[in-house]
């Protein structure tokens, strides 16, 4: 790990599963890069591997998950941060149901945003950000503990980011 690594490990962000639909195919990734990027209209950017199974239907995604990982997700960090969609349907090996406008909802993450896409943002690095508007919010009254990159680090990922996109 360089110097500039080592330095904004240090945020030790809160990590989230992602899902997403486009016309019958879904997907879904980890991701640890992400923000809140507009106050007016609301937007949130979440970043993408341009080498995952999930950045090909994210650009076609009808909707996006966003589901807040808390600190007993780990099970669900491991199969959606270290399988690739290439190989595996992550679905079959969890719990999930498809929500009333067919977004793929992960029963074990209760804590969640349904968002739209708006756009993206692609600054030729090996990630590309997914600008979404929140359109609606699920969560239970338990406080969550967030899920952070420090408690995950050891998980090796389906895909380096450095792995040519898979187009066929």
Known sequence: MDDVS?????????????????????????VGFHAQCSIEPLQ????????NHSFRVAVAAEVFVLHLLDEGDRAIATLFGETTG???DKFAR?????GSDGAPLLDDCATRVLARPAGFHDASGDHVGFVVEP?????????????????I????????????????
């Open 44 to 51: 949130y950017a979440v970043w993408i591997s341009k080498a």
């Open 6 to 30: 080592r330095v904004l490990a240090r945020l030790d962000p809160a990590m989230l599963v992602v899902t997403m639909r486009a016309g019958d195919e879904r997907s879904g990734c980890l």
């Open 153 to 168: 680090a050891d998980l090796e990922a389906g895909h380096p980011a450095t792995d040519p996109p898979n187009v066929d």
């Open 94 to 98: 969890c719990n999930w149901h498809e």
């Open 135 to 151: 359109f609606e919010t699920q969560a239970p009254s338990a406080p969550l503990r967030p899920l952070r990159y420090s408690m």
């Open 86 to 88: 290439d190989e595996v």
